[in-house]
């Protein structure tokens, strides 16, 4: 039966918890502890980020001081331009964002399908088939890792970009996993219904489960999308020409065995995670709780 | 894991058109193959192949350099005698014991704090994950420079509070300890998980309960966790599979130890394979490992009839 | 795997491996008509639309005394060498360096593959999948393991035809002997750079805490001293500044200060035999962990840092943790460029044992794959390796990156290469470089058979030492126990010794 409900009425409150604060003063002081208490959290989970902004500013010789110096007493901003300079970025950020948006097309597709199998269809084998694909997960990579390259050697895809997203077009257990499970959270009434109104299993995939898996999809591309963004070791073993690499295995060019610039490659990789950070920011807003009703849409 | 029964579809199509249901079953059969199919060319072409060939390997001296030499069943009996690989073994669900849990309930209790309405609730969230998206090398740093047993900020704040903090990454008995809390700087991405489960539980089971007096810990204990139980499942096993296979910071931080405290499973069989070339012998342990490991998500799944709930079971 | 296609796989690379090496020999031999011209080039930075690595350039000089110029057979087939190198040298390289070896052998193109941290692994993968490149850049430790898997061309043959008694003696003999692996009998390399240890020490630091600077002939007791009067305390009594900081975790610098103190790591003959636990090596254990836990004068960085000895003793020096550090000469342009106080360097001190220093090798391989990749492959690495050894390479590198060149003739060139090019350094006694060849203090480090399988257990002892600190070096008895045992085990099962 639909109904129209207020959002406002529905948002979670700290209150809630705690009854004794129902009153006015009592809602501001909990959500004020509630916001003080995320605050240090995010405080704490921001030093990464923090540290890495502050050492690609700095000269080397502030580089190593403990405790570290958060602001140099003279941010080198030239240290961005410098070290942007120094390597073809352009050329390696091209070739991350077209890895990397080819590899979460190929994730969602692949194991969106695979999920549903799993989750909505009754077939021999499919207990089986699941712990098969999780099982991929259990064995260490290092093992697999020559063969698999040996094999890539022989199909002739050795240094080239489809080495590095063909694999997402074939599923990826993680995020079959992951859809499997969102998918056996939505009510089968709708299957029911679109089926009465004469859909087809497919198309109960499509028009039913698909537009409400779109929290779960949009997790499913941001994880997929950042695995990607920041992969540096396959492309590390796959790629051997310079202008074939992604930008998260070119910031390693910043280092050797003799040196390290690290303020260079710090500056490099504050740049590099913006638009990551931004991505999460712009998708997580879809995360609010909101209201969903569970009756048949009429 | 439980199974759907079939009688659904099969007593709506009893009802006078016998042909039909036996070739829906055998139509969802196909849908099931053909949805399936990318996946398992995958698995087969680039997986399974691989598995086979390094369990084959395990018969056999192989440096993947020079021809390989069959041995039988020496990498086993060697395998038994390894005090360090079963150390190793020890280190690591230890780490699994301790980390799964704890990251488990520390991304739910993070999730919850930032599903409640509040100013910048944005930023807050996009800060959380940080540490998920920054690289491997600023993170080993600060965490190096954290973990200093004299001048490091976490020592430096139990000192506030009058405690001598331990050597951490120096003393046999705090170094795994201190990868276990570093794991927890990884919430984020499971915060994210518990994010999308909470906003998609359906607000009139809230109103419900509300109606009928629920308190919000009730509400909890009753909509929330159970509703969000398909994610936390996930998140266990994933954790689980993920905390057995440790390597990268050990690796790049304290080398296995100090004197192998921090020497995990797949630390070792790297050793043995990518610096001791004994390829053959390598796989042997990832096989042990892989059996540890499929042995405790297996009783994840046994345990899961009973604490796991999902929608489309509704109806038996 | 069927047992008939291992051994007809064993019998081919035998059979490539001595027909390779033949064929190396012989095309080694002078090619025919050849023009000697003498003549100066300059080269000026070029800009290309390529991608490129551009380190600070600067107009170079390349004084080229010879240029070999030969009319190409007409039946030489045009070759593409993979020549993996560390990426930072890619600019130059290009622009100096392999233009001129394509004038000289204009049939070969050369590819420069820049190599990344991690390429280890890589390199391992492409071993077994037969793809690795053509010549590689490595050192020691590395080619030894490279050559016990027989993954390196044995270079003995294509040396003796085709490199003349001079270019040989101009070969540092620290450097030569460690490109020999006398379990196969294979020389594996031919050397590209060297490099040494000195300590550096931060004149500043001294002079506030009236430190004499150290002197020639300074022993291990003056460095004790100097230490302690150079470590500065903070209010809690912990350093604040270290006196010295040496990589403690780090398995090369281990055997040149047992050495110091009369003792070896392992012996000469079999490399399988433990000596940690004699007499002179425990003195020097217990003398350095001393240090560390009761004159609390020395870091270890790896418990500063948390990322061991994968560190940047170059920037933890700008930045003045520690007053002295035991770093590598080639570092010394870096450090001119980052530090902004008064240094110097000075020998390693004199010990109980004598004076050594590590000689730090690196060199060109050829993957023993070429073979299978034609004779005019084999031919063309081993030309490309020749060229790189000798001063067309040696020189611009040297003029590039301050490294010390891997040919005595060249030496004394360096010291003004130095002082010009890194300004930071006029203050600074280079000439110490040339009085160390003439010392000849210089050991490469010392490695088990083998070592792979034999270092963890070391390793955890010195973390037990130098970091946790419970117990002293009475440990390494057990430790020889098991290194002993390990390697006999190890020996057992190795098919191919």
Redesign the interface.
């Known amino acids: 039966m639909p ?1 129209t ?1 207020d959002a406002k009425h ?5 209150s ?2 705690f ?1 004794r604060y129902q009153h006015r003063a009592g809602r501001i002081l909990l ?1 004020v502890l ?2 003080a ?3 240090a ?2 405080f704490l ?5 923090a ?2 902004v502050s ?1 690609a500013g700095k ?10 110096v958060w602001i140099p007493p003279d941010y080198k901003w030239q240290n961005f331009v410098e070290s942007w ?4 970025f352009p ?1 390696f950020y091209y070739n991350t964002i077209t890895i990397t948006l080819l590899s979460v097309a190929g994730v969602l ?3 969106s ?2 999920a ?2 799993f ?6 084998g ?2 089986m ?2 712990l ?9 990579g ?10 890539y ?1 022989k199909l002739g895809l ?1 240094n080239t970009h489809p080495s590095l997203y063909l ?1 997402s ?3 990826d257990a ?1 995020s ?3 859809l499997r ?8 009434d709708l299957d ?1 219904a679109a089926r009465i109104d004469g859909a087809s ?2 198309g109960v995939f499509l028009r039913i489960i698909v537009p ?1 898996s779109k ?2 999809l ?2 499913v591309a ?2 997929q999308f ?1 695995f990607m ?2 992969n ?2 396959r492309p ?2 796959y790629i ?4 074939l690499f992604p930008v998260a ?1 070119a ?3 910043f ?6 610039d ?1 303020q260079y ?2 500056a490099q ?1 504050v740049v ?2 913006v638009p ?2 931004i991505l ?2 712009v998708a ?11 009756g048949v849409k009429g | ?1 439980t ?2 029964s ?1 009688s ?1 579809f099969g007593s709506k199509r009893k009802v006078g058109a016998a042909r039909l249901h036996v070739s829906g ?1 055998h ?3 196909l ?3 053909a ?2 199919s ?2 398992f ?3 087969m ?3 399974a ?3 086979v ?2 369990f084959l390997l395990s018969f056999f001296h192989a440096d ?1 350099l020079t021809p390989a030499r069959f041995i039988g069943l020496a990498n086993y009996q060697r395998m038994l005698g390894d005090s360090l690989f079963l150390k190793s073994l020890g280190v690591t669900s230890r780490y699994a014991l301790a980390a799964v849990p704890l990251g488990v309930t520390l991304s739910l209790l ?1 999730a919850l ?7 910048a ?15 491997g ?3 080993a ?2 965490w190096g ?1 954290m973990f ?1 047993p004299s ?1 490091g900020l976490i020592n430096s704040g139990l000192a506030v509070f009058g405690i001598q903090g331990p050597r951490w990454l120096a003393s046999e008995q705090w170094a795994l300890p201190a990868f276990v809390i570093m794991s927890l ?1 990884g919430v ?2 499971n915060m ?2 518990y ?13 419900a309960a509300k109606i009928d007096g629920a ?3 009730s ?1 909890f204990w009753h909509v929330t966790l159970p ?1 969000l139980s ?2 936390l ?2 998140t266990t ?2 954790g689980i ?1 993920a905390a057995f ?1 440790l ?1 990268t910071e050990p690796y790049v931080m304290t080398g296995g130890g100090p004197n192998n405290a921090t020497l995990t ?2 630390l070792q ?2 050793r043995v ?2 610096e001791q070339f004994r ?1 053959g012998y ?2 042997v342990l ?2 042990i ?2 059996a540890i ?2 042995l405790c ?1 297996l009783l994840v799944f046994r345990s899961s009839a009973l604490w796991v709930y ?6 038996k | 795997m069927h047992t008939n296609r291992v051994s007809r796989r064993r019998f081919l690379r035998g059979a490539t491996m001595t027909t390779a090496s033949a064929l190396v020999a012989a095309c080694a031999a002078p090619l025919p008509a050849p023009q000697v011209i003498e003549r100066t080039v300059e080269v000026e930075k070029v800009i290309t639309s390529e ?4 380190e600070k350039e600067v107009p170079v000089e390349v004084a080229v005394e010879k240029v070999v110029t030969a009319t190409p057979p007409a039946d030489k087939q045009p070759v593409t060498l ?1 020549y993996q190198e ?3 040298v ?1 600019g130059w390289t290009e622009q100096l360096v392999l233009p001129v070896f394509e004038e000289m052998y204009p049939w070969i193109e050369v590819v420069f ?2 190599r ?4 280890i ?2 390199n ?2 492409m071993m ?4 690795a490149p053509d010549i590689i850049h490595a050192w020691g430790e590395v080619f030894q393991s490279y050559s016990a898997k027989k993954q390196l061309l044995n270079l003995t043959p294509a040396i003796e035809a085709g490199m003349t008694q001079e270019e040989l003696d101009d070969q540092h003999k620290f450097q030569w002997d460690a490109f020999w692996d006398p379990f196969r009998q294979v020389r594996f390399a031919l050397p590209r750079q060297v490099d040494m240890q000195f300590i550096y020490y931060n004149k500043d630091i001294f002079d506030q805490r009236g430190v004499a600077y150290p002197k020639e002939d300074w022993t291990y007791d003056d460095w004790a001293a100097a230490a302690q009067k150079a470590t500065v305390l903070d209010e809690a009594g912990n350093p604040k500044v270290w006196g010295v900081h040496t990589w403690l975790d780090s398995w090369t610098f281990l055997s040149t200060h047992l050495n110091a103190f009369g003792a070896h790591i392992r012996d000469d003959d079999t490399w399988m035999k433990c000596r940690l636990s004699e007499a002179g090596a425990k003195e020097w254990f217990q003398w350095q962990q001393d240090r560390i836990f009761k004159d609390k004068t020395w870091l270890n960085a790896n418990t ?2 948390g990322i061991g000895a994968s560190g ?1 003793s ?3 020096f ?4 520690f007053s002295m550090a035991e770093i ?1 000469l ?2 010394i342009g ?1 450090i001119s ?4 106080f008064n240094w110097d360097i000075m020998h390693p001190p004199v010990g109980p044992g004598g004076r050594f220093g590590l000689g730090d090798n690196d060199g060109f391989a050829i993957y023993s794959g070429v073979a299978n990749r034609g004779e005019a492959q084999v031919e063309a690495a081993w030309l490309f390796t020749k060229f790189m050894n000798g001063p067309f390479f040696q020189r611009p590198n040297m003029e590039q990156t301050g490294e010390l060149p891997g040919r005595k003739s060249l030496i004394p060139e360096y010291v003004d290469v130095v002082k010009r090019k890194f300004p930071g350094t006029e203050n600074v006694d280079v000439n110490m470089v040339i009085r160390a060849f003439d010392m000849g203090y210089m050991v490469p480090g010392e490695n088990f058979r083998y070592q792979a399988e034999v270092a963890p257990i070391v390793n955890a002892a010195m973390q037990k030492l130098w970091e946790v600190g419970d117990a002293g070096p009475e440990i390494l008895d057990q430790v020889c126990a098991e290194v002993d045992a390990t390697e006999a085990q190890a020996y057992e099962a190795d098919p191919d010794k």
Request: proline share 6%.
């Open positions: 109904r409900l529905f948002q979670a409150h700290p809630d918890w009854p959500r509630l916001l208490l995320v605050a959290g995010a989970f921001l030093l990464p980020l540290w890495m050492t000269a080397p010789s502030l580089t190593w001081k403990v405790p570290p300079n120094m390597l073809p050329r597709v692949s194991s399908l695979a549903f199998a989750a909505r269809l009754k077939f021999p499919r207990d088939l699941f098969l694909v999780l099982a991929v997960l259990m064995l260490p290092q093992i697999t890792m020559i063969p698999v390259y040996i094999l050697t050795v694999q077009w074939l599923g993680f079959i996993f992951m499970q969102f998918f056996m959270t939505i009510p089968l029911d299993r497919f409400l929290p779960a949009a997790v941001i994880f950042t963004w920041n540096f070791f590390l073993i051997n020409d310079l202008r295995l910031l390693r060019l280092q050797d065995e003799t040196r390290i690290l490659m710090m990789t590099f995670v990551v950070l999460f920011f997580q807003r879809f995360f609010i709780q909101g209201i969903v009703i569970t | 894991m199974s759907r079939d659904m079953k139509r969802e059969w849908l099931a193959y949805c399936l990318l996946w060319i995958g698995f072409i680039l997986q192949g691989a598995m060939y390094s993947m993070v704090m930032l599903n409640e309405k509040l100013p609730q944005g930023v807050w969230r996009t800060l959380f994950y940080v540490p998920s998206v920054v690289s090398i600023a993170v740093i600060l420079w200093n001048v700087w984020g991405g994210l998980l994010l999308a489960g909470l906003q998609s539980i359906p607000t009139d089971l809230y109103e308190t919000a810990a509400r509703m398909p994610t499942f996930f096993v994933m599979i296979q390597f499973a797949v069989i790297y394979s990518f390829f390598a796989s990832a096989w490992l892989f490991i499929l998500t999902y929608e489309a079971e509704l109806r | 991608p490129q690595v551009i993979r560390k990426a930072p890619q593959e820049p990344v941290s991690g390429w692994e890589k391992l993968a077994a999948a037969g793809t500063l840092t940047d170059v920037g933890m700008a930045s003045e943790l590598n080639n570092s870096q460029q980052q530090v902004n």
